[in-house]
């Protein structure tokens, strides 16, 4: 489909059912309708043709004459977009200068997932760009390599019909958003930084040519972070497009058949969400659109898979069609490619997301709110004056939601970009984790410490744990990347050389990760709840690999107070290594840290079902990791 260069020129195929005549208009025929641009129909609403002599990077649209109308229209199979937009389409050589290193998508048990908006994330914020950029994201990549994390999530990098998005209004699907692409005027300064991350590898240079255009720079970005061991993901909006009106070019009534009621595009059907309409999943054609947009991104980017954006509104506002489109989409994925991620965002939560198609939807994760809402249930309420009863008990219980069968079949974080967005109102913003700890100072050694137990509880219980933008070092702020009417919302990368709470902060959270790999039980399929106490603010829970042992004790504390000689069971009697006590990162190395001396012993002492148990010094709003 679409515009495809091939030996001697280019083949070009659209779906237009409807049209009367469909023209390919180009660079490569002076952008005129004639026999010679026009295409053959080739039955099922197919119109097809051949253009010899057409050239990388040459423009072209289709010219459709409809019942309705007549005139261009933009390929839906796009590569690249002319920008500004909305522009003519490119056709582009899909050829790039790969790295073959070897590397391979993680296993899900080891994802750790950082989800960053590109616009956002990093940027150099000149006068000229405010905006970050593919490459610029590609400059952080050792930060990202060294913080632990394995797999980067990019919200929607398609091309949105905004100047400023979330990019949950994609109009273009396979082409890259072209604000995030550098011009070739700028290229240069990204080209000697980029090599220089290629060098450090020992690893050939881009020529400058490689990196033009934003489809390249892309897949630099994918290519890069393959170097240096990280995975990346695409958040994928297959339930709806747009957000305004679609523009005359877009696919909204592709063929220009007659508007009307009852309803008639080719792509949607009459319903819509957030703003903007829901596809047609009855429809086979448009069904393979999706399909074939999983395969490209596979194929032609070599992704590590995906996030899906809002399934249940292809299954609820697509009925009865949009569970046997998953279905399919899924099955299709895995049997291609089965190492790739499937990732699904659906609500309300359920494990039928993740269930075989024979019962479910055949998903591998799906997005779980059980242990964000518990959560900041516990850290909301023990940031109120007093030390009265937290749920500790409801959060032991959200850690590992019923119905799952996999420690890795759901996704789990206290921070995601839709509860943190400046715009969103109600009970869809929600304040990010050191504002929610301490409302009054995110600085202080309320917010910093129980911001601290938050991302603890992240890493060490099951689940994939993900992270947003920023939270590894204690940003406090909402997010957009309207920077004309929020000026300040931009990452605090600064603060991590001005505040040392955000310095210490990221020692914790880097370490803490490291931890993960040290114990390989933090990512087992072993779990248990020991012990909760709602009133003194107290979790147990035990970590461990069937089969093999390797036992992790993790204790959470949201006192405000220490406390001593507290005693819980554990598994096995004898000395216990405390792994790991997160007290000791306030104001680091903090010279008044609480803790257990390095150690502790399980006497034979039974105690919450357990054989053995330990006597405890818990520091007040602390993390404490005890191994074997």
């Known amino acids: 489909m679409g515009g495809n260069l091939t030996a001697g020129g280019a083949t070009f195929r659209v779906w237009a059912p409807n049209a009367d005549a469909v023209y390919i208009n180009g660079d490569f025929n002076n952008w005129t309708n004639s026999d010679d641009s026009l295409l053959v129909p080739l039955g099922s609403g197919h119109w097809a043709g051949f253009v010899p002599n057409v050239q990388d990077r040459q423009q072209y649209l289709f010219y459709v004459h409809g019942k309705g109308s007549a005139g261009p229209k933009r390929d839906p199979y796009a590569r690249e977009l002319e920008s500004p937009y909305p522009g003519k389409c490119i056709i582009r050589d899909i050829s790039f200068p790969w790295h073959e290193t070897g590397y391979q998508t993680p296993d899900f048990s080891n994802f750790v997932i950082y989800q960053l908006h590109v616009g956002v994330f990093y940027a150099p914020r000149s006068a000229q760009q405010i905006k970050g ?22 919200l929607p990098v398609q091309e949105y019909d905004t100047p400023f998005s979330m990019g949950y209004n994609s109009v273009d699907y396979f082409s890259p958003e ?3 692409g550098v011009t070739d005027g700028d290229l ?10 290629l060098a450090a590898k020992g690893l050939e240079a881009y020529q400058f040519n490689d990196l033009r255009g934003e489809m390249n720079q892309l897949k630099a970005l994918v290519d890069l972070c393959h170097c240096y061991g990280l995975g990346i993901i695409f958040d994928q909006v297959y339930n709806h497009a747009g957000s305004h009106d679609f523009d005359d070019g877009s696919m909204y009534f592709m063929d220009r058949q007659v508007p009307g009621n009852p309803w008639n595009s080719l792509y949607f059907n009459d319903k819509g969400d957030a703003g903007g309409m829901v596809f047609d999943y009855s429809k086979p054609e448009v069904r393979d659109f999706f399909i074939n947009n999983a395969k490209f991104f596979l194929d032609e980017y070599r992704v590590d898979g995906f996030r899906y954006d809002e399934v249940s509104t292809i299954d609820h506002l697509g009925s009865p069609d949009g569970w046997m489109f998953c279905q399919t989409l899924t099955s299709t994925i895995k049997y291609f490619y089965p190492s790739k991620l499937n990732h699904a965002e659906y609500w309300p939560f359920q494990a039928l997301t993740v269930a075989e198609p024979s019962a479910g939807i055949g998903f591998n994760t799906t997005l779980s709110d059980s242990l964000r809402s518990a959560l900041r249930a516990a850290i909301g309420g023990a940031s109120w004056p007093g030390g009265g009863p937290l749920p500790m008990t409801v959060l032991g219980q959200s850690l590992w939601p019923p119905g799952f069968s996999e420690e890795w079949n759901f996704v789990q974080g206290p921070e995601n970009q839709d509860l943190l967005y400046v715009d969103h109102t109600g009970n869809d913003r929600q304040p990010r984790m050191p504002a929610l700890s301490d409302p009054s100072n995110s600085r202080s050694w309320y917010a910093t410490s129980r911001s601290r137990v938050s991302t603890g509880v992240t890493l060490t219980s099951p689940g994939i744990p993900m992270f947003f933008m920023g939270q590894e070092f204690l940003e406090d702020k909402y997010w957009s990347d309207n920077f004309q009417q929020y000026p300040g919302l931009f990452i605090y990368w600064d603060g991590i050389s001005l505040q040392k709470q955000m310095s210490d902060f990221l020692r914790f959270t880097r370490e803490l990760i490291a931890l993960r790999w040290q114990y390989p039980a933090l990512r087992g399929a072993g779990f248990s709840v020991i012990y909760s106490n709602d009133q003194d603010r107290v979790l147990a829970y035990q970590r461990w690999l069937p089969g093999e042992g390797g036992n992790v004790v993790i204790v959470i504390s949201l006192s405000n107070d220490n406390l001593y000689n507290y005693r819980i069971g554990f598994p096995i009697g004898g000395h216990w290594k405390e792994a790991f006590n997160s007290d000791v990162y306030e104001n680091w190395v903090n010279p008044n840290v609480t803790g257990n001396g390095g150690s502790v012993y399980a006497d034979n002492l039974p105690m919450h079902g357990l054989a053995y ?16």
């Open 133 to 154: 950029t593919f490459l610029d994201v590609a400059a952080k990549i050792p930060y990202l390599k060294d913080l632990g994390i394995t797999v980067l999530q990019l």
């Open 178 to 180: 072209m604000d995030f």
């Open 188 to 197: 240069q300064a990204y080209l000697d930084a980029v090599n220089a991350l």
């Open 613 to 628: 148990s330990v006597s405890l010094t818990l520091p007040a709003n602390s993390i404490s990791i005890f191994g074997q």
